[in-house]
């Protein structure tokens, strides 16, 4: 049965998600042919379909939500990012697997009025890329354009040598509130709207505080639980990623975890206080008045 309880874009886990279950589908097929559905998609170029003819993929990276496709002895390399409603989906004779933009049944209906690219491999399977809103793209790029796109990405909480002392110190310098920080991928990649509300809970700092006005031990919890909660929500497919026919059905539930996004006027799960709903950072913002303090 599919979630249907919120409908929310893909973050950092459902995009790791997302890298691991196409991993372990489509690494070393060929590219037999690609359908391109709409152009600005593939960033109207042309050439995309004829480029990636032929190419058998040799592994798939991620940095913060923007995924990296890597070719064998090509010099060709396909940057893909699902923004706020893309989905991956694999169909081979096992049935159909994958992920992104929260899902329904009709979704599965292979290709749809959704289906922006279609890539068809040589042993008969095809991993289409669906976008309602076609914020999401998937683009050629040289690795010298690949190294630029991940210079503008931050540290990951969730990478080994994530450096908690440096991210207690740069936030310490910042005006802005602790939320925009954490949103800002630039300084820390991967952490969205659902998950920064979910750290900062488990925190007990509000969205609103000041980056400058925390202490260097409130900074290193809020590093030390966006790392955890990114952490448990990949282990358990994130908040909208879905297996189908080929996995049992089941579907990412780390939406069975959230203690405050989504919760505003129902009672805090800690003390009981009314979560609310505030904008902060240009965002809807969820927090509990009391386990959170400024």
Do not use: W
Request: glycine fraction near 8%; charged fraction near 20%; charge should be positive.
């Amino acid at each position: 049965m599919l979630n249907s309880r919120l409908l929310l874009m893909p973050e950092l886990p459902e995009v790791e998600t997302v890298r691991l279950q196409l991993l372990y589908k489509v690494r070393g097929k060929i590219i037999k042919n690609v359908v391109v559905f709409h152009k600005k998609t593939v960033a109207h170029d042309p050439t995309f379909s004829q480029k990636l003819a032929g190419l058998s993929i040799a592994n798939i990276d991620r940095i913060g939500k923007l995924l990296i496709v890597h070719f064998a002895d090509s010099t060709h390399h396909l940057l893909a990012h699902l923004k706020m409603t893309g989905q991956f989906l694999f169909v081979d004779s096992t049935g159909i697997s994958g992920g992104g933009h929260t899902m329904s049944t009709t979704d599965t209906t292979l290709p749809n009025k959704h289906t922006r690219v279609a890539f068809q491999f040589t042993d008969g399977s095809t991993l289409y890329f669906n976008d309602m809103r076609l914020f999401g793209y998937t683009k050629l790029a040289t690795l010298e354009e690949v190294e630029k796109a991940r210079a503008h990405f931050g540290p990951e909480p969730i990478a080994e040598n994530f450096d908690i002392e440096i991210f207690a110190k740069q936030a310490k310098k910042r005006n802005a509130p602790i939320k925009a920080i954490l949103l800002d991928q630039t300084f820390i990649a991967g952490l969205g709207n659902i998950y920064v509300d979910e750290t900062l809970f488990r925190a007990g700092v509000r969205p609103i505080s000041k980056g400058s006005s925390l202490s260097t031990p409130r900074l290193r919890s809020i590093a030390r639980h966006a790392r955890d909660v990114l952490s448990e929500a990949i282990a358990v497919g994130g908040t909208t990623f879905q297996h189908f026919t080929d996995t049992g059905g089941e579907a990412g539930n780390f939406t069975d975890y959230l203690r405050v996004f989504g919760k505003q006027r129902t009672p805090c799960q800690v003390c009981g206080t009314t979560i609310i709903k505030i904008r902060c950072a240009g965002r809807g913002t969820h927090y509990c008045p009391k386990c959170q303090k400024p």
